[in-house]
C-alpha cells in the first residue's frame, strides 16, 4: 500500500505536525519543476514530429526563366504535369498576389498594390507534395521534369532548411526529458534523507518499540506513513502551482496560429502524462521510504 493503515494510537508515536519540517516544501518545488519540464519536452516533442510530417515531402520549385509571361507559363504547364504524375500527391502554384502580401510583410508595405513590390522581379513558386515511397528517387523523377519544362528552376526540399529546425526541437525535448528524470531521482535522494533523519530523530522511540516485541515492518509501517503523507503534501502543493502556469501558458499558447510555435500543444496524451506523473512520484516515494527504512532498522540492531 502507498500509505499503510496504522491504528491512531500508534500514529501518536510520532506527534510531528503537517508540513513542520522542509521535506514537504522541497518536494514541492521539485515535482514542479518536473510537471513543468515534463509539459516542455512534451510541447516541443509535439512541435517536431508536426514539423517532420509537413516538410517530409514537401518541396518548392522557384522557377527563375527572364519575363514573367513565360514565368507564369512554365509554372502552369508544371503544376498540371507534375499533378499527373504518381508520385505527386498533390501540386500548387503560389499565387503573386500571395507571394506580394507575403514579401509586404517583410518589407514593411501596406499591401499587394504596391508598386514598388510589383516592379521586382519574382520568381513563380510551385509547391509540390510528394507521396509516400523513396523521397531521393521521387526527388530524381522530379528535378527531371523540372528541368524538361522549365530548364534553370531551383527544386527546394523544405527538409533542407526545416530539418535542422526539427532537429534542434527534437534535442530540446530530449534534454527537458532528461531533466524530468534528474528531478525525479532527487526527489528519491530527500525521500531518503528524510527516512534516515527520521529514524535518527525518534532513536529513543524505535528503540522501545523494539523492546515491546515491535518488528521492523511495523516500525516502518509508521514511518512509511508519516513520510509518505508529507511528501503527497508536497507533491499536491507543486502539482497544483505547475497546473495553474501551465494553463496559464497554454491560455497565452492558443492564441499563437502562425509559424512553428503554433505546432507545440500537449495534446491529450501529454495531459494524460501530466496527471499520471503524480500519482507515479507518490507511490515512489512511499516505496523508497519503506525500502530506506527497512535497511536502517536492519543495522540498528
Known amino acids: 500500500m502507498i500509505i499503510p493503515r496504522v491504528p491512531v494510537q500508534h500514529r501518536r508515536l510520532l506527534p510531528e505536525p503537517r508540513l513542520s519540517g522542509p521535506t514537504p516544501w522541497v518536494i514541492a518545488i521539485l515535482m514542479m519543476l518536473t510537471l513543468l519540464a515534463a509539459g516542455a519536452g512534451v510541447g516541443l516533442a509535439r512541435a517536431a514530429e508536426a514539423i517532420g510530417e ?29 499533378a499527373r504524375e504518381p508520385y505527386v500527391r498533390a501540386a500548387r502554384q503560389v499565387g503573386q498576389d500571395e507571394l506580394l502580401a507575403t514579401l509586404g510583410q517583410w518589407l514593411g508595405s501596406a499591401g499587394g498594390d504596391d508598386p514598388v513590390l510589383r516592379s521586382l522581379p519574382l520568381p513563380a513558386l510551385v509547391d509540390i507534395d510528394l507521396a509516400a515511397g523513396d523521397r531521393a528517387r521521387q526527388l530524381a523523377q522530379l528535378k527531371a521534369l523540372v528541368d524538361e519544362i522549365a530548364p534553370g528552376a531551383r527544386v527546394i526540399p523544405h527538409a533542407e532548411w526545416l ?22 531521482l532527487a526527489s528519491g535522494a530527500v525521500v531518503v534523507m528524510t527516512a534516515r533523519a527520521a529514524l535518527g530523530t525518534h532513536y529513543a522511540t524505535i528503540e522501545m518499540l523494539h523492546l515491546i516485541g515491535a518488528t521492523d515492518r511495523q516500525i516502518a509501517r509508521l514511518f512509511q506513513r508519516r513520510i509518505a503523507i508529507d511528501t503527497a503534501y508536497g507533491i499536491a502543493l507543486g502539482t497544483a502551482v505547475a497546473a ?18 503554433a505546432t507545440a500543444s500537449l495534446g491529450t496524451g501529454g495531459w494524460a502524462l501530466l496527471l499520471a506523473l503524480p500519482l507515479l512520484a507518490i507511490a515512489l516515494a512511499a516505496l523508497t521510504a519503506r525500502q530506506t527504512l527497512l535497511a536502517a532498522l536492519k543495522k540498528i540492531l
Request: proline share 4%; charged share 15%.
Open 244 to 261: 495553474a502556469l501551465l494553463l496559464l501558458v497554454g491560455w497565452q499558447w492558443s492564441r499563437v496560429t502562425a509559424g512553428l510555435a
Open 54 to 82: 509537413a516538410i517530409a515531402g514537401r518541396v518548392t520549385v522557384q522557377i527563375v526563366t527572364p519575363g514573367p509571361a513565360a514565368r507564369a507559363e512554365q509554372a502552369a504547364e508544371l503544376e498540371r504535369s507534375a
Open 163 to 184: 530539418g535542422p529546425v526539427a532537429r534542434l526541437i527534437r534535442s530540446l525535448a530530449w534534454i527537458a526529458g532528461g531533466l524530468v528524470l534528474m528531478m525525479i
